[in-house]
């Protein structure tokens, strides 16, 4: 199965998080615009990649490989909650008022979230990709 697709876009989520972390560190408040529209584009790019993961990814191994099939659906059932709390963080943080008023809940609550997505990305590029490209889960 190809799947550069997702590798690219993983690419690109990643790539947004290190710019939402460069301008964080410059300042919340003081660069509360930038902080808010990459949050929004970033946002795009996350579900763009759950919808095609959804639409195609899963449901294309829930019909191969047992050993596969499983190993996707709990990347799927997994994913459900990291995807749901990113939305909710983006959703209360698009905002550039919103930024500038609470800079440092806004910075905490980035550092969980982020963290987060970046561990499972990092996880699926490391385990759940090379497993579907060999056509088998790697070991535990």
Same mark, same amino acid.
């Given at each position: 199965?190809? %799947? $550069? !697709?997702? !590798?690219?876009?993983? =690419? ?15 300042? #919340?408040?003081?660069?509360? $615009?930038? %902080?808010?529209?990459?949050? #929004?584009?970033?946002? /795009?790019?996350? @579900? ?8 195609? =990814?899963?449901?294309? =191994? ?7 099939? @499983?190993?996707?659906?709990?990347? &799927?059932?997994?994913? /459900? ?9 983006? /959703? ?5 008022? @919103?930024?500038? !008023?609470?800079?440092? &809940?806004?910075? &905490?609550?980035?550092? +969980? #979230? =982020? +963290?987060?997505?970046?561990?499972? %990305? ?12 060999? /056509? ?5």
């Amino acid at each position: 199965m190809n %799947i $550069d !697709k997702f !590798k690219h876009q993983h =690419l690109d989520i990643l790539d947004s998080i290190a710019r939402l972390r460069a301008s964080s560190h410059e300042g #919340v408040a003081e660069h509360a $615009d930038e %902080i808010a529209a990459q949050i #929004v584009a970033m946002s /795009g790019l996350v @579900r763009l990649h759950l919808a095609v993961e959804n639409e195609t =990814l899963y449901p294309a =191994l829930a019909r191969g490989e047992l050993r596969l099939a @499983r190993m996707s659906q709990a990347y &799927q059932a997994e994913m /459900g909650d990291i995807a749901a709390e990113y939305l909710a963080f983006a /959703g209360r943080w698009n905002l550039a008022s @919103r930024l500038a !008023k609470a800079p440092e &809940q806004f910075r &905490q609550e980035a550092n +969980r #979230v =982020l +963290r987060n997505l970046y561990q499972r %990305i990092r996880r699926e590029d490391r385990e759940f990709y090379p497993a579907i490209e060999s /056509g088998a889960p790697s070991p535990a």
